[in-house]
């Protein structure tokens, strides 16, 4: 089975940064399109930034100017740097990938998820 890993959680103070990264327990596993997603405890699983087949990315409008995804080839990993970070930014954060070429803001549309890392901003 293919398992997608994150790591880089943490806990940090209002406006701090962190990088969270994600990489595939399989060498020669490439999907078409990769995001991260988060959740926060009583909420919906909810979009953070997708990365497509041409490189085009999409974010949330919530973290938009601040946060930025992005892919290291050679390393196979997947990356979100989290800028300006907000207490609402708290949550479980989970990288996702699928074959196919489009990346959406949708959990429905990705096969294969993360175990989720914890991020917790504080005020």
């Known amino acids: 089975q293919i398992q997608l890993v994150e790591s880089g959680g943490g806990s940090v103070q209002a406006g701090g940064s962190l990088q969270l990264s994600c990489a595939a327990s399989?060498?020669?596993?490439?999907?078409?399109?990769m995001a991260w997603f988060r959740q926060a405890p009583g909420r919906e699983r909810e979009g953070v930034a997708g990365?497509?087949?041409?490189?085009?990315?999409t974010y949330a409008d919530s973290v938009q100017g601040r946060f930025t995804i992005s892919h290291d080839n050679a390393e196979n990993t997947l990356y979100l740097q989290m800028n300006a970070l907000r207490p609402e930014d708290t949550a479980i954060y989970y990288c996702?990938?699928?074959?196919?070429?489009?990346?959406?803001?949708?959990?429905?549309?990705?096969?294969?998820w993360g175990q989720g890392t914890q991020v917790t901003v504080s005020s």
């Open positions: 996702a990938a699928d074959e196919g070429d489009i990346a959406t803001l949708n959990p429905s549309h990705y096969g294969y």
């Open positions: 399989r060498y020669n596993f490439r999907p078409g399109c």
């Open positions: 990365l497509d087949s041409t490189l085009s990315t």
